[in-house]
């Protein structure tokens, strides 16, 4: 295997060099070389760093014994009047760097000097309705295209070379709350994506397009009762059977305005051949209104790729009444012999699964407060304490608000957008971990095309007065914390960890830092001058190692943060991309 990983890595980067020589007959990014972008170190094809999601990089030039010397490179300015949260992750194929900022705009940069080769600002229209501010987390590449989502759902594909767009497919409408900000997938050919919009009352679903053309291939609805579709070469569609069976899970006719939205895209495993998304809440917030477990809402659902069928489904909050979106990503590693999966849910509770069943193996709290559950039974459902499910406002004294508790985690949860990252070497996860409450309560709704969905009111409260965030290593097999790394703002970017024993992670008051992976020692920090709530990457150049990570303070938590959004509003925006490396 190793002899192996090796002849592909020189071939690769012999590739690569000969394609430098002569830029114009680079050749295209293939299936082959985005299922195996977690082993080639001089590009980085997909979000996750690798499908699979692991964000661990095989280098080791940077280490814990030199990471010291690490300095700036170059740093690139988004530019623009327009600022607002950069959760962008770059992508480096061929020397370009690909990276996605703020307002629907994408870069194409000299990844070694960081000259701007060319950039394309999408013609966003007035009335787009992303819930969580205007972010975007990152684009796709295939052959010689780069990808990426739109705020106002559309899917847009540019040529490498030029930015020239090459197809450009609409998601869904957007006066209807639909958007995207997700980083699209690539598996076998198809572009995967989901959409946002669970505030709003969306269908959630993954649809899956030919990459090179846009043209649909499958849809799969994400709430049981939608039917789902296939498409032949001529576009014409024939149905592929519901997601589900019709009011299992669902009384009466909320599943047609469901939520369920994939807002965060999914991860892909080669080895199952399974596409993993996480679902949002269930609309609207106000449970009552919505007895059952509320299939798919609050899970991740398995996909096979080859026919755009639920293989699987993991729920960790039935009857979801916390708006504890289950969209985290399912991170695919290898455990005692067996292809498993990690996820750290909004809920504060991390699952082990089998990748391939979606057997529950193991449930336990990332978080050191949850109050909405009591435990896990021996399936990973959830215990709930009925005494902290926000009331019933048609019980309540004038039938307009209903009982008020104090929930954690709050809605912005024990881990929101923010990748986690898993190490082969060390055997745990690092997580981008909140400690956080909320005051919450119902309130009577009904469905508006276009209008808020929620039938809930809230406040978040801080229950820590020195910390929020955490940097958390987890270990998968017994449920441990190993270390902490605690944050007085909320962590809110993503994490890296490589092969030179480090883990990288941005903060809100916009330093990216390395920590020993092993013990969490601090061991390296730099300033971006704005919040950091982006995952960084690693990649090499020309026999160096370099880091990169967009800074720009936003997201969702300066608009819905309460008391913790006052907390941090001294923390200026920003829109910038940082690459660093070795001091010679
Ligand atoms: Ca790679
Ligand atoms: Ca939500």
New binding site residues.
Partial sequence: MKGLRNSTLSSLLVAAFAAMAVPQVMAGVTDRDIEN??K??????SWGMGTEGQRYSPLDKINLGNVKNLVPVWSFSFGGEKQRGQESQPLVVNGKMFVTGSYSRLYALDAKTGAKLWQYEHRLPDGIMPCCDVVNRGAAVYDNLVIFSTLDAQLVALDQNTGKVVWKEKIDDYQAGYSNTAAPIIAKGLILTGVSGGEFGIVGRVEARDAKTGKMVWSRPTVEGHMGYKYDAAGNKTENGISGTTNATWQGDLWKTGGAATWLGGSYDAKTGLAYFGTGNPAPWNSHLRPGDNLYSCATVAIDVATGQIKWHFQGTPNDGWDYDGVNEFVTFDMNGKRMGGKADRNGFFYVLDANTGKFERGFPFVKKITWAKGLDANGKPIFDPANRPGDPSKGADGKKGEVVFSAPSFLGGKNQMPMAYSPDTGLFYVPANEWGMEIWNEPITYKKGAAYLGAGFTIKTIDDKYIGALRAVDPKTGKIVWEVTNNAPLWGGVMTTKGGLVFWGTPEGFLKAADAKTGKEVWSFQTGTGVVAPPITWEQDGEQYIGVAAGWGGAVPLWGGDVAKKVNYLNQGGSMWVFKLHK
């Fill in positions: 972008d977690a080639t170190t001089g590009d980085v094809l």
